[in-house]
């Protein structure tokens, strides 16, 4: 099977038709010239996968650099070849020992903090017309008010519910009379 006379490298979202490169080191030059983000990259963080059904799901398949020749050459005129990015290899090398132990410890944190420093706010704030009230809190309003329901409800009123306990327990939590 001859090779195909155009490839297509894609990246980002991106396609860009190629000719075949003759080796792998000059395919990921290539991605290189053609998606310019990629220049400033260490060739050996870049990749060229073909993309792949394994078991019925999409997969990428990496091309080894020993075996670009022989992937090129079973592929179709126009076919995409996916480029990505390997994330970098970040180390600390530390020669001098004394430099681990200059770190904070972050067990000295907790002692410093009042465990309410530890309550979980939320993420963000509230709705406009709605207030904030912390899990205690809600939990003691829940309770009040499932106390002041049992008094108040008729002996028929106290029949379980139909829609179970769940329903119940809701409905106590806001406050809310069982319908």
Request: aromatic content about 8%; overall charge neutral; proline content about 9%.
């Amino acid at each position: 099977m001859p090779s195909p006379d155009l490839l297509t490298y894609r990246y980002n979202g991106h396609m860009v038709y190629v000719t075949p490169a003759k080796s792998y080191e000059q395919g990921v030059e290539f991605a290189q010239s053609v998606f310019p983000e990629l220049a400033s990259l260490e060739p050996d963080r870049i990749s060229i996968c073909v993309n792949a059904s394994v078991q019925r799901k999409r997969t990428l398949i990496y091309i080894g650099p020993m075996a670009w020749t022989s992937v090129i050459q079973g592929l179709a005129r126009y076919e995409v070849l996916e480029v990505v990015v390997k994330n970098p290899d970040i180390v600390i090398d530390s020669a001098d020992a004394t430099d681990v132990d200059a770190l904070p410890h972050y067990e000295d944190v907790k002692e410093k903090c009042e465990p309410s420093d530890f309550h979980l706010a939320p993420s963000r704030g509230p709705s406009p017309g709605h207030k904030y009230i912390p899990l205690p809190e809600l939990q003691r309003l829940a309770a009040k008010n499932a106390i002041a329901r049992s008094r108040s409800q008729s002996p028929a009123a106290r029949r379980p519910s139909s829609s179970g306990s769940m329903a119940d327990w809701a409905r106590g939590l806001f406050g809310k009379k069982a319908e």
